[in-house]
Structure formats: structure tokens, C-alpha cells
T-cell receptor
């Protein structure tokens, strides 16, 4: 597709279970970001991938959170042993590289609800 | 480290009046500045950006923003507000020190336009 896609769109899970959230960036985009947005709140930076460089994990809130980006394309955000405070919308964005490619393009998000 | 601040959680304006949504930033080098909008139950959409050049940047839906280096600000403006402008607005920044630097978002400002 032409835009960033994320799956699933909604995920309901029980406290303590692991979840995986997927992001398909725009083809050819070298940068990929994960953010978290709690209800009506701002965007909390989680992790950033840029090409083959080591990811910037400075925003991950705990060691229960991890992310991978395979082949420089698809990314998976994994939350282990989910807690109720993990409930939020998880947004993925991608960005190209080079002049005129500073704009981030966001996916629709995955709404995670931890019961 | 780079940072961005949106000092107002909410801005209320009457339809037809001018609106301003404030943003200030802090970066190591020169800033790349962005505004995004999030309509209810919809994803984040790019509005406009400042990279270099003219300090007054024009974007989508009649919005514009003025880059002020001395005040480290990038306030979003519109001459005449519409009810349909009611949404959550995010300012974002990254520096030009490295092509790998990440984009940081402000906490968001909820704009409410009353008829």
C-alpha cells in the first residue's frame, strides 16, 4: 500500500500476557519510529530505527518493551507481561532519507487494552 | 538533547477569530520543525514544516507557522478559525546535527473552536 499500515487495529489482552504489534512502513523509508499515546494525551517516543544503525531505545519505558526491524522494513513491537498501564494507542511512523524527506508518515495505530 | 514544549493544554477560540497555538523548542544545532494535527478517531496528519528559508511557512487547511530563532518558537497560526479546525495539534522538532537524529513531539494542544 501507499501508506504506513499497522496491525492489529485493536488488541484486547489480559494482564500478564505478551503482545506483538506490527508496523509496515512506506516502501523505501529508512527511518521507523514507535510512539505511545495514552487517551487524549501527547505522543511518547518509544524507539527509533534508522537504516542499519543501532536503534535508539531511549524511550522504552521498561525492559518488558522491545522492538525489532527485520530486513530494514517491517517492525514488531513486543510487550511482555502486559500491565494495565500499557493500555494506549501505539503509533508507528516512517520517514524517508535525503532532501525533502523529513516528514513523518503515521500509521493508524494499534489500540491496546489490557484488562 | 532536543526538546519541544507546548505550554497550553487547550486553546479556545470563536469561529472566525484568529488562532495561535504556541510551540517552543530546544536543539543543539539548527531545528527542523513540524506541526501535525490529529482529528478525533483519526491518525496524525502532517500540516507543515520548517527546514530552512522563509520564516513564515504555509501549510494545509490555511494554517501557517512562523519560525522565530531568537525566541526559539514555532507558533501555529490561522487568520480565521473554523469549527472543523477543532482537533489535537502537535509540534515536533529534530536537529540537523545528524541525519539520524530523532523527531521529538510536544505534549499536544487541544484546539476547540466554538460556533
Amino acid at each position: 500500500g501507499a501508506g504506513v499500515s499497522q496491525s492489529p487495529s485493536n488488541k484486547v489482552t489480559e494482564k500478564g500476557k505478551d503482545v506483538e504489534l506490527r508496523c509496515d512502513p512506506i516502501s523505501g523509508h529508512t527511518a521507523l519510529y514507535w510512539y505511545r499515546q495514552s487517551l487524549g494525551q501527547g505522543l511518547e517516543f518509544l524507539i527509533y530505527f534508522q537504516g542499519n544503525s543501532a536503534p535508539d531505545k531511549s524511550g522504552l519505558p521498561s525492559d518488558r518493551f522491545s522492538a525489532e526491524r527485520t530486513g530494514g522494513s517491517v517492525s514488531t513491537l513486543t510487550i511482555q507481561r502486559t500491565q494495565q498501564e500499557d493500555s494506549a494507542v501505539y503509533l508507528c511512523a516512517s520517514r524517508g532519507r535525503g532532501p525533502g524527506t523529513d516528514t513523518q508518515y503515521f500509521g493508524p495505530g494499534t489500540r491496546l487494552t489490557v484488562l | 538533547a532536543q526538546s519541544v514544549a507546548q505550554p497550553e493544554d487547550q486553546v479556545n477560540v470563536a469561529e472566525g477569530n484568529p488562532l495561535t497555538v504556541k510551540c517552543t523548542y530546544s536543539v543543539s544545532g539548527n531545528p527542523y520543525l513540524f506541526w501535525y494535527v490529529q482529528y478525533p478517531n483519526r491518525g496524525l496528519q502532517f500540516l507543515l514544516k520548517y527546514i530552512t528559508g522563509d520564516n513564515l511557512v504555509k501549510g494545509s487547511y490555511g494554517f501557517e507557522a512562523e519560525f522565530n530563532k531568537s525566541q526559539t518558537s514555532f507558533h501555529l497560526k490561522k487568520p480565521s478559525a473554523l469549527v472543523s479546525d477543532s482537533a489535537l495539534y502537535f509540534c515536533a522538532v529534530r536537529d540537523d546535527v545528524s541525519s539520524a537524529s530523532k523527531i521529538i513531539f510536544g505534549s499536544g494542544t487541544r484546539l476547540s473552536i466554538r460556533p
